[in-house]
């Protein structure tokens, strides 16, 4: 039965903003590129028709964002006053969260709960950290002979093209948004074309609350126009981007092609969670499994790999299956909602695939189907599935982006490791153990930029975040992001 709850936030809908174009230069502006028709996975209900951004566009922003970072507004302010202004757009963006939530819900199917209540909180968090870091980085002064004195500073890298998804679209945005800003750059955000809307409302919201015209600007568009524009563009200085491989090896050749700009890359994963003999096996394989079915399983850093002992496979199944007949789809809009809708019905065709063909592949579906769910009428709802699997299954090795749980056993920790190990990806593992010695020593060998033991996805704004192999470089958050948005000038002064 949909909560009272619920049907406040279905009566919110009709005051939502939608904005119809790009936002450039401290506005909406038209966009001249091929409108973009949105519908909402929650119940198929179209959202207002989007004006996308054209090369020409894109171009305007640029040249915004230009304009703002050499006339100084923000890029030459006292660090203190950079982090004042970030700390400004954190607590505008915690006034209009539930808008901001209810966006993220509607466009891309997330459990209201979970738009609100993880998502905007950090969202609000994150620019608040770099609000906090910003006048609390530290130039160098390397010790030199008595004639002499050096400086190492870090200056702004000047316009930033950040290309988020649409999973964790504000999430995302932030990480590379408010780091960037802590550099003193400009911005200019290409959202995925799902969740363009939240972006736009976020820009509008931060330029409210005091960042100056074309400090950050919003480009919505298909990625092949506006995405690639951002990437062959030669005033941008470097872009960051948060998607697939296929299109993050594409803004590699944007790049060489135009002006070598920098090009930092988070190119998704297959995360592998490593249960050794010795662990909680209930422990670990309900938090893998909910792990693996948050989000409706579209995460990058996706437990979807349950590594067991060869003789605890059937129990490990057992318990997998039972978390996954817990975690049916419900309305997003209902507070009580723990997994919502699949993004898209082409997304969920996709998922449904990789489930289809796993028994011919040789994998054995243990729960879920390929079957789509009803949940509203109109929707893209599908139900989490358990596999047991071997390494060389499709299921086992290829990034689904959906509910999907692959069950593999193994024989003993060489051939655990050469598994997790085992995948073109590199960004996350989980291990679970209570032998301290195997922790340390296992953890060092798994391939991954992330690893958490005893836990899954953990974590604050102090660490960093990012892969190895295949799914990238770079980090998010910490104040190891600012490197990628800044340049080390050495002076040398001769005193002599």
């Known amino acids: 039965m949909f909560s009272a709850q619920g049907e406040e936030w279905v009566g919110r809908i009709d005051s939502l903003t939608f904005h119809d174009g790009p936002f450039v230069d401290g506005r909406i502006v038209p966009g001249h590129g091929e409108p973009m028709a949105l519908s909402s996975p929650r119940d198929g209900r179209s959202l207002p028709l989007l004006a996308t951004a054209s090369p020409d566009d894109v171009d305007a922003a640029v040249r915004s964002a230009r304009a703002a970072f050499e006339a100084g507004t923000f890029s030459r302010r006292a660090p203190r006053e950079r982090g004042r202004m970030l700390l400004a757009v954190a607590d505008a963006i915690h006034e209009r969260a539930q808008d901001l939530a209810l966006l993220i819900s509607l466009e891309m199917g997330k459990p209201i709960r979970e738009a609100l209540e993880t998502e905007m909180r950090a969202v609000v968090n994150c620019f608040r950290w770099y609000g906090e870091a910003v006048d609390k980085l ?35 945005t932030a990480w590379k948004v408010a780091a960037a800003l802590a550099g003193g750059n400009s911005v200019i955000v290409k959202p995925a074309e799902h969740t363009s809307h939240s972006a736009l409302l976020l820009a509008e919201i931060a330029t409210q609350a005091g960042l100056p015209a074309g400090v950050l600007n919003v480009v919505p568009g298909h990625g092949a126009v506006a995405g690639r524009a951002l990437g062959e563009h030669p005033d941008v200085d470097v872009l960051t981007f948060t998607g697939s491989p296929e299109v ?99 997304q969920l065709e996709r998922i449904a695939g990789f489930v289809e063909r796993a028994p011919a592949d040789g994998a054995r579906v243990v729960a879920g189907s390929a079957s789509r769910v009803e ?50 990806y590199g960004l996350a593992a989980a291990l679970w153990s209570d032998d301290l010695k195997a ?44 490197d990628k948005f800044t340049d080390l000038k050495t002076t040398w002064i001769d005193l002599s």
């Open 375 to 424: 949940v509203v009428p109109g929707g893209s709802y599908f139900a989490p599935a358990v596999i047991a699997a071997d390494p060389t299954h499709e299921v086992a090795r290829e990034e689904i982006f959906g509910p999907v749980l692959s069950v593999i056993a193994y024989d003993d920790l060489d051939d655990a490791l050469q598994i997790a190990n085992g995948t073109e």
């Open 248 to 346: 993050g090896r594409r803004f590699l050749g944007y790049s060489a092609a135009s002006n070598g700009k920098r090009v930092w890359l988070e190119l998704g994963g297959k995360t592998a969670s490593l249960v050794l003999p010795d662990a909680d096996l209930d422990k670990a394989v309900r938090a893998t499994a909910d792990g693996c079915f948050y989000n409706q399983g579209q995460m990058c850093t996706s437990s979807s790999r349950l590594l067991v002992p060869r003789n605890r496979v059937a129990e490990a199944l057992e318990i997998a299956a039972d978390v996954a007949a817990a975690s049916a789809p419900a309305d997003p809009l209902d507070p009580g909602t723990g997994m919502g809708a699949i993004v898209s019905e082409r």
């Open 439 to 482: 922790v340390h020593r296992v953890s060092r060998r798994l391939r991954a930029g992330v690893v958490w033991v005893n836990c899954f996805e953990e974590g604050d704004m102090t660490v960093p975040f990012g892969g190895v192999k295949g799914s990238g470089y770079g980090r998010d958050k910490s104040l190891h992001a600012i």
């Open 138 to 172: 530290i130039d160098e002064s390397p010790v030199t002979g008595e004639d002499s004195l050096a400086l190492v500073t870090r200056e702004p890298a000047g316009v930033v093209a950040a290309v988020v998804p649409w999973n964790f679209p504000l999430t995302m």
